[in-house]
């Protein structure tokens, strides 16, 4: 193993978007069984020190694999087109509008059922981003025109939580009364 090999050299696995879940979790199980310090220790403090760094490089990459949208900003950045996500704010018109009326739709939602309709409509979303990561990069590797899909993506994995937030709330005032 190379600590400078990329993500999907060090499992293993080709370097596309779509990847086997499960797959992906064995051959972590396995990467992990075979770099354990435990394994190292008759061969000394050195050994086991290196075995750590393998330990920790190996749960990093199955972080940032496992992760569909961390998995798309880093195909990204391996094919040459970084996201920079803070310093490159700008979106579709279109996309912006959405944002728009989903804050409002959160911000007027007074009921669990409606941010229920609200949360189904960010999931979709969601899905149709992932899909068009998938295709962009696996397909016509575009990872420039990936990029704004994983910008548009880290948007809405945020508005997910405030609707997640909000719904936490509501359900906490409910059992109050």
């Keep these: 193993m190379n600590l400078q ?5 060090l499992f293993g696995l080709p370097a596309r978007f779509a990847q086997d879940r499960a797959n ?19 061969q000394g403090a050195a050994a086991q020190r290196l075995a750590m760094q393998w330990s920790v490089r190996i749960n990093e990459a199955y972080q940032r694999l496992r ?5 798309a900003a880093y195909l990204c950045e391996l094919r040459g087109a970084p996201v920079n996500a803070e310093n490159n704010t700008a979106m579709p018109p279109a996309f912006l509008m959405q944002q728009m009326a989903w804050r ?12 229920d309709v609200l949360g189904q409509q960010v999931m979709v979303s ?52």
């Design 104 to 115: 409002e739709a959160l911000d007027d939602a007074s009921t669990l059922a409606e941010l």
């Design 24 to 42: 992906l979790d064995q051959r972590w199980k396995d990467l992990q069984r075979e770099a354990h310090p435990d394994r190292f220790v008759a």
């Design 5 to 9: 090999s990329s993500d999907f050299e």
């Design 126 to 177: 969601r899905g149709a981003a992932l899909q068009a990561c998938a295709v962009l990069l696996d397909d016509q590797g575009d990872a420039t025109g990936a990029v704004q899909q994983v910008r548009a993506l880290m948007f809405i994995e945020r508005f997910s939580v405030d609707v997640q937030l909000r719904q936490d709330r509501l359900e906490a005032a409910e059992r109050g009364q």
């Design 67 to 71: 992760d569909p949208l961390k998995r």
